[in-house]
């Protein structure tokens, strides 16, 4: 079982469950609550539960980099996990996962964790701003996003916009950037762990753009630090968009102004 105490009460921690099957060898079970536009299960999500495996056999507790490669869509359902561990060093540790569905692989990761405990004399130089949002309190909850059926990963996570986002509206002629808030819907504060899936859970930047359908090929993650509990601050853009391909970039910063991860994506429009 791979269920932190602290966190064993909420959905993602259910959702992504893993149970040991042999040294090396896990199942989960992948369930719909988080499926998108594309009624699959979200890719941060799926990527999530082969990184609870994985993490189990690391002698590190922090993800600093993933990079995971999508070979088929999951499904709700069963699912079975192998994991290697490439090399563990006094700092690092790296491994990789890979996981199937009916005998087919779905999902391969490698990972390399380490300890984000702060360092106050680490050095630190930032050359951007956090997003400059109105307090979550102030912002607008897009009625879209209230239970709407098959769309599940909008009953599991909240947003809130500081205006509504034009593609709601139906136009397609917008600059494909967002900045939003973003928490899990159950209360569940985020940690290093569930960054490492969160990086995924924006919608889709080129949504401004009238793409409404989109799938990951490679996502690589960096996550930066531990997180401040509450609501987190979100930038997601698109800058190319050419033969059927566009890149996705992610940062997500905390309530202090510390950027706790990001990402970069490279996604097929269907």
């Known amino acids: 079982m791979s269920l932190d105490h602290t966190t064993e009460g909420f959905r ?11 040294d090396g060898e896990f199942t989960a079970t992948l369930t719909d609550a988080w499926n998108t536009f594309t ?14 495996a994985l993490r189990q056999g690391l002698n590190q507790p922090d993800p600093l980099a993933v990079s995971v490669f999508f070979l088929r869509p999951a499904a709700p359902g069963e699912a079975t996990v192998r994991t290697e561990v490439v090399r563990e060093g006094r700092r690092t540790a790296t491994g990789q996962a890979l996981m199937e569905q009916g005998g087919k692989e779905i999902v391969r990761a490698t990972a390399t964790y380490g300890d984000l405990t702060p360092d106050p004399k680490a050095r630190v130089l930032t050359l951007e701003e956090p997003p400059r949002l109105p307090s979550p309190e102030d912002c607008f909850v897009p009625p879209e996003f209230d239970r709407p059926e098959g769309l599940g990963i909008a009953h599991s996570v909240e947003y809130r916009y500081p205006r509504r986002p034009a593609w709601l509206e139906g136009r397609k002629d917008g600059r494909p950037h967002a900045e939003f808030w973003m928490r899990f819907a159950d209360g569940r504060e985020p940690d290093t762990h569930s960054l490492a899936s969160m990086v995924d859970f924006a919608p889709p930047a080129v949504l401004e753009i009238g793409e409404f359908a989109t ?8 996550v930066r630090a531990r997180p401040a509990p509450g609501w987190l601050a979100c930038r997601v853009f698109t800058k190319h968009v050419s033969g059927g391909m566009h890149e996705e970039d992610m940062e997500i910063w905390d309530g202090t102004g510390t950027l706790v991860a990001q990402c970069r994506q490279l996604a097929m429009l269907l």
């Open 215 to 222: 799938i990951t090929v490679e996502l690589s993650v960096h």
């Open 39 to 52: 009624t699959h299960p979200n890719g941060g999500y799926v990527l999530g539960a082969a990184l609870n």
């Open 12 to 22: 993602f921690d259910r959702d992504t469950r893993v149970d040991k099957r042999a």
